[in-house]
């Protein structure tokens, strides 16, 4: 069996091209706003910096998101107290409404996508994709240095 490494790689592109359209499609949020939101449930309040760091996309994108989901009163920034220099986000009531609803929403389309496949098959997946970001973060980290 010949392995076309290129079109593995543009395999992997389209689906999650795919994938963040189909998310985007059937939540009504985009993928990384709804990360953004998942994240801040977790971890209560941050700064755009560790979002930024976790979501692994630049500070323009991420103040960009964040503006967008307090223009909806889905979360808020407020100066930390402990350094004042500081500004932290958090989910609001009304964006932890919308998580919540996400969740069932996300639930289904998971059922949905998912159902078809063995949990050999899944796990399989999972550990390939594991080793291919761990090796390509490993190639990010090579050429910053």
């Known amino acids: 069996m010949t392995h076309n490494h290129t079109e593995l790689f543009f395999l992997l592109k389209q689906v999650d091209l795919q994938l963040t359209q189909l998310f985007d499609d059937q939540l009504d949020i985009s993928l990384t706003r709804y990360e953004i939101m998942r994240l801040l449930h977790h971890e209560k309040a941050v700064t755009q910096t560790y979002l930024q760091r976790k979501l692994m996309i630049n500070q323009a994108a991420i103040t960009r998101h964040v ?70 973060r490993k190639m990010l980290d090579q050429k910053e240095e």
């Open 67 to 136: 503006k967008v989901l307090e223009d909806k009163d889905l979360l808020t920034r407020m100066r930390n107290p402990d350094n004042n220099r500081e500004v932290l986000v958090k989910v609001t009531s009304k964006g932890q409404d919308l998580l919540d609803q996400c969740e069932l929403s996300k639930a289904t389309m998971m059922t949905q996508l998912f159902d078809n496949y063995t949990d050999e098959d899944i796990d399989f997946v999972m550990n390939f994709l594991t080793t291919l970001k761990r090796s390509s």
